[in-house]
């Protein structure tokens, strides 16, 4: 964590911890990278469709740049036609680049009741998105193992915010000895506290590993930032993410 030292008259030294700016307009730390901006050009740049078994969108990537319906500036929608009907993995986009352990800030907008999405760290364990559910398969789970702590959601038509640390998991000599661990704040009030993620799940189509052993066979390769199309409109923008080396076994900040 880093710490901001005063130094105050006759040699007394106080240190207070400096905490990192959490939810809804965040700014990206100088040592952050930029992963959306708003901007076609950072979309076409930074973001591909996930190459998976059911892959159905063709490059240029079709998910649209709109007008932010809330602030100035413009957005991206995940209502790509491909994957209508939920067909996870059909239209879904990742980050080009691949992450290890990583600090990561995204704000998503719901537009429409029961509006469906999901966030995946490493391209394999989903926090979901989706409006009206609260349960394990609900708003802001740790996808079929954690609950959020509390209902943070601001609703529909607001702009929200994941702000999370991430562990990835550990191995040696092939085998995981570490399970993956997350720490997650939702709008700014802390939902998932150093928690253990287990699996992938939703199969080959959800996303890396999804397929080994029904999710279980987590193996040793970073991965991108996924976010899923499901043929709701989802806006996303403002995202951001900070590569670190967590050596400590805990993510919480």
Known sequence: MRKLTLLLPLCFVITFPLFAQIGVGSEKP???????????????????????????????????????????????????????????????????????????????????EGGNSGVYLQNRY???????????????????????????????????????QFRAARFEDGKRTEKARVTIYFNGKKIHEDREIEQVWGGANSGLDGGNDGGKGITDRPGGIKLQAEGHSVLFRNIWIQEKEIIDRNTDF
């Open 30 to 112: 100088t040592d952050a990278e930029m992963l959306f901006d708003g901007s076609r050009e950072m979309l076409d740049e930074k973001w591909t469709y996930w190459d998976g078994p059911r892959l159905a969108a063709t490059l240029p990537i079709k998910w649209k740049i709109v007008e932010d319906p809330i602030d100035s500036g413009t957005v991206m929608s995940s209502n790509d036609k491909d994957g209508a009907g939920g067909k996870y993995g059909a239209a879904d986009i990742v980050t080009k680049k691949e992450f290890t352990d990583f600090r990561l800030h995204v704000e998503f907008l719901v537009e429409e």
């Open 126 to 164: 989903e926090i979901q998105i989706l409006d009206g559910d609260y349960g394990l398969h609900g708003m802001a789970a740790i996808i079929n193992e954690h609950l959020p702590k509390e209902k943070a959601y601001l609703g529909l038509g607001k702009w929200n915010a994941y702000d999370i």
